[in-house]
DNA sequence: GCCAACGTTGGC
DNA sequence: GCCAACGTTGGC
């Protein structure tokens, strides 16, 4: 899961009283996709930090809450307020995540590109801008490998 | 249903 | 700040 570092960082998730977030304000179908059905309470997730001075992977979450409607779809004061979401048939989704723990260093999406056994990753597709997307098993532990 | 125009993401 | 690559919108 991507977040700019300017907006919320894994510090910020860490320095939350309980460690956990509502991950709000995604708006993209894809994304909002597995959240809704693939992401299971326990599930491990990387935090991918984007559009920052060293993009990549910084640490690990893990589900805390599986799907339920995005609140600040209903809010129109908030920047992702969203008129045709309606509260009786919610259009955006999201998950609660948990802190586990930082990565030892951050593992650069340069880093990641030099990786030939990664070159198939989901991340590492050409223009790929989905804010959720999966990791296989395979990719989780060589990433870690790394660490 | 097509597709041009526009908006967004995010690396560089 | 640039721009490639998408996604969305809306006229037709």
Redesign the pocket.
């Known amino acids: 899961m991507?977040s700019?570092p300017s907006e919320f960082s894994i510090d910020d998730l860490k320095s939350n009283p309980d460690k956990t977030e509502p991950w709000d304000g995604v708006?993209?179908?894809?994304a909002r996709n597995m959240m809704r059905d693939e992401m299971k309470k326990g599930d491990l997730v990387f935090f991918y930090h984007?559009?920052?001075d060293m993009?990549g992977v910084v640490g690990i979450m893990t589900i805390n809450k599986e799907g339920y409607p995005d609140p600040t779809a209903f809010d129109p004061n908030d920047k992702h307020f969203d008129p045709k979401s309606d509260p009786d048939k919610p259009r955006w989704i999201l998950v609660d995540v948990k802190y586990k723990r930082k990565l030892k260093r951050t593992i650069s999406?340069?880093e990641l590109?030099e990786q030939k056994y990664l070159e198939n990753m989901k991340l590492l597709?050409?223009?790929?801008?989905?804010?959720v997307m999966p990791v296989t098993k395979k990719e989780w532990d060589y990433i870690l490998s790394l660490e």
């Open positions: 991507k700019e708006r993209n179908y894809q984007s559009n920052c993009p999406l340069a590109k597709q050409r223009g790929n801008r989905l804010s």
